[in-house]
């Protein structure tokens, strides 16, 4: 899907500080590479994958860039890990372990999409692309959450969730991570 805007989400940008520096970043379901672009931006090799070439050629300014119908196709990443996983607006429930499993330990994962409730307010509106309500949460146990949130936003208007988790890493338990809720 093309984005109008260049501009990340405000939910990857507030969010973002939780990767590592240098950390490697996939895109899952791309676009034109917003996402892909604030991680150049940022000091992050990245690489994004959608089915769509038109898209892809934009997004080929910012990283490495990988064609796949991954619906109907094999995931292209079966044995890769990423630093952090960006997803936004997209939703395939069948997707969603091989998405979970590309968080290598220590690993971000970024998800912000639509939940059920949009339905009343415009597109997507098929309950196979909303969200049910705690669905994210329970998608996400076997990672840290650090944000949570699943609500309705305006201008455009759309009910979302969206969550910040990271994957426990090889830190020693006697020292607790701190996933900082700010990023200053």
């Known amino acids: 899907m093309n984005h109008v805007s260049l501009a990340p989400s405000p939910w990857i940008e507030r969010w973002w500080h939780l990767l590592a520096p240098g950390a490697t ?3 899952v379901a791309c676009g034109s590479g917003r996402h892909m672009r604030f991680a150049a931006e940022r000091g992050h090799a990245a690489t994004g994958v959608d089915r769509s070439q038109e898209a892809l050629d934009a997004a080929a300014l910012y990283g490495q860039t990988v064609p796949a119908d991954i619906e109907n196709g094999p995931w292209p990443f ?7 996983v960006i997803v936004t607006n997209y939703l395939w429930r069948p997707l969603l372990p091989a998405i979970l499993a590309a968080v290598a330990p220590g690993g971000v994962l970024l998800y912000e999409t639509f939940a059920a409730g949009n339905e009343t ?5 098929r309950p196979d692309f909303l969200l049910q309500p705690g669905e994210l949460l329970t998608t996400c146990a076997g990672l840290r959450v650090v944000a949570y949130e699943d609500g309705f936003l305006q201008e455009p208007d759309r009910f979302v969730q969206r969550i910040a988790a990271v994957r426990p890493g090889t830190r020693s ?3 607790p991570p701190r996933h900082r809720l700010n990023p200053r």
């Open 121 to 125: 307010v415009g597109k997507p509106s």
């Open 78 to 84: 079966p044995a890769q890990a990423f630093g952090g």
């Open 25 to 27: 970043v996939l895109d």
């Open 173 to 175: 338990p006697a020292e």
